[in-house]
């Protein structure tokens, strides 16, 4: 319908003749209002104008957040799936063929670099020197038969005010192909992954400081969703609103604290979509 003001008063402009009629005769019958009678409030005597259809507020605590980042494994997906369980075979298959021993100390090796360093990754490129393209791709060499389209999430995410954002540690071909699953591929704006972060994973702060630089968003009006824990606190450090997934992943609630956690919800897609029922 029009969004014209002009074509939006139902009438066609009228003559100056007819837009001033002899004041007596609109006396008796329909005094009309004045400027001078709205500017008193004589408007308010009026019957109400039917109430229009409006979107459901967000919480006070969320109505400023105009960018919400999403970590990808285990939050947009339940750790039911475990995708995590065929990754991590796939490293400990790499670090096996790479350093020529059996799956126990590959397995054992691989533990201590993740320990040591954060992510695999990250320790085998400090210890070994390693192609971290190709590591990635040969690690999330998987099938992906576990994950399933999720019309509840991409419906509430759709919904959500504002920009729509991943932050992984792993790698975007892999979660272009995860998000794809999920039924997910248009519904984020854009993804900083683990080579955008120069191999400095989550939870180190260089990691968000590249992410923040590299979306543009503003740490006071983001809001993150991440299933580790730990993964918050240099979030919540810089500012940002956290929302921690405690759906039991493994090590998800490693190092949990109330201070750096300002929401915790079980599944993203319930949360999201309480948030946003109602909305358009
Ligand atoms: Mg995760």
Redesign the pocket.
């Known amino acids: 319908m029009g969004s014209d003001p002009e074509l939006d008063s139902g009438e066609l402009p009228r003559s100056p003749r007819q837009a001033a009629p002899e004041a007596s005769s609109l006396r008796l019958r329909h005094p009309p209002p004045s400027p001078s009678l709205a500017g008193r409030g004589a408007i308010s005597r009026l019957p109400p104008p039917p109430p229009k259809a409006t979107r459901p507020a967000m919480p006070p605590a969320l109505d400023h957040i105009d960018a919400w980042i999403f970590?990808?494994?285990?939050?947009l997906y339940p750790a039911s799936a475990d995708l995590f369980g065929r990754i991590d075979v796939r490293m400990g298959l790499y670090v096996e063929r790479l350093l020529g021993v059996d799956p126990v100390e590959a397995r054992r090796i691989q533990k201590q670099l993740f320990r040591e360093h954060g992510t695999t990754l990250s320790g085998l490129m400090h210890s070994h020197a390693i192609d971290p393209h190709e590591f990635l791709a040969f690690v999330h060499d998987i099938e992906m038969d576990v994950l399933a389209e999720d019309r509840r999430l991409v419906n509430a995410i759709a919904k959500l005010p504002g920009r729509k954002l991943i932050f992984?540690?792993g790698d975007a071909d892999y979660a272009g192909r995860v998000l794809e699953r999920l039924g997910l591929s248009r519904s984020f704006e854009a993804i900083h992954d683990i080579h955008a972060c120069a191999y400095q994973p989550k939870p180190q702060a260089a990691s968000y400081a590249s992410m923040v630089e590299a979306f543009g968003v503003d740490p006071a009006t983001s809001l993150f969703v991440?299933?580790?824990a730990r993964?918050l606190k240099p979030a919540k450090a810089i500012g940002m609103t956290t929302v921690w997934?405690n759906n039991g992943?493994e090590f998800?609630n490693h190092e949990a604290d109330a201070s750096f956690i300002d929401i915790e919800i079980h599944d993203v897609g319930h949360w999201l979509d309480e948030l946003t029922r109602g909305m358009e």
């Not at 970590?71 to 939050?75: A, E, K, V």
């Open positions: 970590d990808l494994d285990n939050t992984t540690n991440e299933d580790m993964n997934v992943s998800g």
